[in-house]
């Protein structure tokens, strides 16, 4: 599968935007898919995933502000982000393991799209 993600883009803290990731291939349905963000200076880190079932998880740090979701028709995988801080700014890429990882562990993703830049200001 590749992955291409787009919707990235400046908006003032309290905003809102939705992130799209699009794959190809006929298998989209049966990965895990994922969202991770790199701030300038930080470590990548995973942020959002959706399981094969439609479960999802987050990291702590945008719980109830973050949604992520999939529509398995357009393989899309998708990331509304709501009440954006400034902490929230990053290039934000899709990603998913190419074996089922059921562990939150970022390592495991090993197929990644071109990142889209997030910046959220103050």
């Known amino acids: 599968v590749q992955l291409q993600a787009s919707g990235g883009g400046l908006v003032q803290a309290g905003g809102s935007l939705r992130l799209s990731c699009a794959a190809s291939?006929?298998?989209?349905?049966?990965?895990?898919m994922g969202w991770s963000r790199q701030a300038p200076g930080k470590e990548r880190e995973l942020v959002a995933r959706?399981?094969?079932?439609?479960?999802?998880n987050y990291a702590d740090s945008v719980k109830g502000r973050f949604t992520i979701s999939r529509d398995n028709a357009k393989n899309t995988v998708y990331l509304q982000m709501n009440s954006l801080k400034p902490e929230d700014t990053a290039v934000y890429y899709c990603?998913?393991?190419?074996?089922?990882?059921?562990?939150?562990?970022?390592?495991?993703?090993?197929?990644w799209g071109q990142g889209t830049q997030v910046t959220v200001s103050s």
């Open positions: 990603a998913a393991p190419s074996v089922a990882a059921m562990d939150w562990v970022l390592s495991e993703y090993d197929i």
């Open positions: 959706i399981m094969t079932s439609g479960s999802t």
């Open positions: 291939g006929s298998t989209f349905s049966s990965y895990i």
